[in-house]
C-alpha cells in the first residue's frame, strides 16, 4: 500500500493517506466546480492530517452532511470528510494536493452534482 503525503499551498496543514489511488472523481456541483477538485474516496481511517494552530478550517454547505476541510490561511483545500453510502464514514482527499500523484495517469470520473 502506498502512503501519499500532500500540503494545502502554504504547507500549514499536511496530509498523509495510506491508500492507493488510481482514479478520481471530478464533480461540477456549485463547490466542486469552482474549487477544481479531484478527490480520492477511501475510509476515513487511512487519512491523518496534521495543522498549525488555527490553520485548519471547515466548510459546510447545501445538507451540511460534509466537513470540506481547508487551509485558513492559504485557502487551498485538501480533503473533506462525510458519511457515504451505506453509513459509512468516508475521506475525500484532493489529490490536487498530493505532489507525487501523475494526474494525467489518474482515470477521472465525472459526477452530475450539479443535478442533485
Do not use: W
Not at 31 to 45: M, N, S
Not at 87 to 107: E, S
Amino acid at each position: 500500500m502506498t502512503t501519499h503525503q500532500g500540503s494545502c499551498h502554504c504547507g500549514a496543514v499536511k496530509i498523509s493517506y495510506a491508500a492507493e489511488i488510481d482514479g478520481a472523481m471530478s464533480c461540477n456541483c456549485s463547490h466542486c466546480r469552482r474549487k477544481g477538485y479531484l478527490l480520492a474516496f477511501g475510509p476515513v481511517e487511512a487519512l491523518s492530517v496534521e495543522a498549525e494552530d488555527g490553520a485548519l478550517s471547515v466548510y459546510r454547505f447545501n445538507k451540511h452532511v460534509i466537513d470540506h476541510h481547508f487551509c485558513a490561511r492559504c485557502g487551498c483545500a485538501t480533503h473533506g470528510v462525510g458519511v457515504g453510502p451505506g453509513g459509512v464514514k468516508m475521506a475525500a482527499v484532493n489529490v490536487r494536493c498530493i505532489p507525487a500523484i501523475d494526474l494525467d495517469a489518474l482515470t477521472i470520473t465525472k459526477v452530475d452534482g450539479a443535478s442533485y
